[in-house]
C-alpha cells in the first residue's frame, strides 16, 4: 500500500492561512489524494479529494504537485473549530482498491485565538 | 438526510465474550466499511461491504467478522474477545461504485471497552 509522510504536528493563528503538507513519493497512476479530518471525540470528515488539477471546495484547497509525489491542503482562514487531526490518504488504483483507506498518524493542527 | 448511524455508541464487554455492532450507512449507499481505531495503532482497515459480499479486507484476525444485509445495513462481530479489542469502532458508507473517488461518510463509533 503506497504511503504518505505528514508533519506531526502544526500550529497556526486563528484566521491566518494554514498550508499542511503531505509527501506521497510512490503514489500509482490511479491513486486519488484524499484528505480527512477529525475533530475530538468525532468520527473522521472528509474535507476533500483530487486526482492531478487542484481542487477547491467550500471547506479548503488541494494544492497537487505537478508530479504527483505531494500535495497541500490550504485552509484559507483558519478557525477554532479547524483544530484537528488531519489524514493524508491515498486511494483507489494499487493503494487498496475500493474504500480502503490507509490512514497514517496524520498531522495534528492546533489553532489559536 | 440522516449520517451513518452506529449503535450501541458504548459498550463494556468482558474478556472471552463476543459482541455485535451495528452500522446503518446513508439512504442510497451501498458500501460499508469498517475501522478500528485504538490510541497505540491509530485507525486500521478492518473490511469492507459492497451489496452483500466482501470486497476487501485488512489484516486482522478470524475473531473480526461482518456481514451487510440486501437493506445494505452492515454489522461487525468480534468472537473471544481480548483486552486489545478495546477500541473506538468507525462504521463509514460510501455510493461504493468508483475506486478511489468515493467519499466515506464515517459515523460517531461505538466505544467498546474490554474488561
Known amino acids: 500500500d503506497a504511503k504518505t509522510t505528514q508533519p506531526n504536528s502544526m500550529e497556526s493563528n486563528e484566521e491566518e492561512p494554514v498550508h499542511l503538507p503531505c509527501n506521497h513519493s510512490?503514489?500509482?497512476?490511479?491513486?486519488?489524494i484524499h484528505w480527512y479530518r477529525q475533530l475530538p471525540s468525532q468520527g473522521p470528515e472528509y474535507v476533500i479529494h483530487g486526482l492531478t488539477s487542484n481542487v477547491n471546495n467550500r471547506m479548503a484547497s488541494l494544492a497537487i504537485a505537478e508530479d504527483r509525489k505531494s500535495s497541500t491542503l490550504i485552509l484559507h482562514r483558519a478557525t477554532l473549530r479547524d483544530a484537528a487531526v488531519y489524514y493524508c490518504?491515498?486511494?483507489?488504483?494499487?493503494?487498496?482498491?475500493?474504500?480502503?483507506?490507509?490512514f497514517g498518524a496524520g498531522t495534528r493542527l492546533a489553532v489559536h485565538p | 438526510k440522516a449520517g451513518v448511524t452506529q449503535t450501541p455508541r458504548y459498550l463494556i464487554k468482558t474478556r472471552g465474550q463476543q459482541v455485535t455492532l451495528s452500522c446503518s450507512p446513508i439512504s442510497g449507499h451501498r458500501s460499508v466499511s469498517w475501522y478500528q481505531q485504538t490510541p497505540g495503532q491509530g485507525l486500521q482497515f478492518l473490511f469492507e461491504y459492497f451489496s452483500e459480499t466482501q470486497r476487501n479486507k485488512g489484516n486482522f484476525p478470524g475473531r473480526f467478522s461482518g456481514r451487510q444485509f440486501s437493506n445494505s445495513r452492515s454489522e461487525m462481530n468480534v468472537s473471544t474477545l481480548e483486552l486489545g479489542d478495546s477500541a473506538l469502532y468507525l462504521c463509514a458508507s460510501s455510493p461504493g461504485q468508483s475506486a478511489g473517488a468515493n467519499v466515506l461518510t464515517f459515523g460517531a463509533g461505538s466505544r467498546l471497552t474490554v474488561l
Open positions: 490518504i491515498l486511494s483507489g488504483g494499487f493503494s487498496g482498491g475500493y474504500n480502503k483507506l490507509i
Open positions: 510512490t503514489i500509482s497512476g490511479t491513486d486519488y
